[in-house]
């Protein structure tokens, strides 16, 4: 099946530290997803994107979708402490793979104050 | 709001035993999906459903069932509980897999332990 591989696994960081972390693939998506999960939650949608080279912002959080549909990165810029959870990128490859989407491993964050 | 529930949230099973883990979503979402959560792994898709009566399997479907009788209930069956099912697994729903939408809404998630 079809495969994302996140980077970094883990990431320590200071408060007010820009974070970054990206996902590759070596197939087509045709959208890709940035979820958070906060622990004992499920994950929880941050950004969208739609189309090949769309960068979109959600407050201090920007993601790209890569041009060649096959990556995509997250940016959280100035972080807090309420940053800490796990990201994970995911990607919805469409045609008769529509609404199922592929997760990546996650990248776990840490912010300390 | 109630979104995506799931009970119970945690459970220990003795090799063998069989349960079903409940979701129902209250968001007349016509698409819901099973995963499971191992550490490190990401969240792999169990099994999927488009509508009442139709059900799919997804990446890893050995060893469970499902159902959707009703476009708000999805259960999730394990039929003879192995240690390999220990996970959290996590219900979720969509309003369509189509079109410019991609969001799942989940559920608080089931930790399951299998001894």
């Known amino acids: 099946g079809q495969q994302l591989n996140q980077s970094p696994q883990s990431m320590f960081i200071q408060e007010g530290e820009d974070v970054s972390m990206n996902c590759t693939s070596s197939?087509?998506?045709?959208?890709w997803l940035w979820y958070k999960q906060d622990p004992g939650e499920g994950p929880v949608l941050l950004i969208a994107?739609?189309?090949?080279?769309e960068l979109t912002s959600n407050g201090r959080l920007t993601a790209q979708f890569g041009i060649t549909r096959k990556d995509s990165f997250l940016n959280i810029s100035a972080s807090i402490p309420s940053d800490v959870g796990i990201y994970f990128c995911?990607?919805?490859?469409?045609?008769?793979?529509?609404?199922?989407?592929?997760f990546g491993q996650g990248t776990i964050l840490t912010v300390h104050p | 709001n109630a979104g995506v529930t799931q009970t119970p949230k945690f459970r220990i099973l003795k090799i063998g035993q069989s349960m079903t883990l409940q979701c129902a979503q209250d968001?007349?979402?016509?698409?819901m999906y099973w995963y499971r959560q191992d550490p490190g792994m990401g969240l792999k898709l169990i099994y999927y459903?488009?509508?009442?009566?139709?059900?799919d399997k997804g990446e890893v479907p050995n060893g469970y069932n499902v159902s959707r009788s009703t476009t708000e209930d999805f259960p999730l069956r394990l039929e003879l509980a192995a240690p390999s099912q220990t996970s959290v697994y996590f219900c979720?729903?969509?309003?369509?897999?189509?079109?410019?939408?991609?969001?799942?809404?989940f559920g608080e998630g089931s930790r399951l332990t299998v001894l």
């Open positions: 979720a729903s969509s309003f369509s897999g189509t079109g410019n939408t991609g969001e799942l809404f």
């Open positions: 994107l739609y189309k090949a080279g």
């Open positions: 459903s488009v509508g009442a009566g139709i059900t």
């Open positions: 197939s087509i998506f045709n959208t």
């Open positions: 995911a990607g919805d490859a469409g045609g008769t793979s529509y609404g199922k989407l592929t």
């Open positions: 968001m007349n979402h016509n698409y």
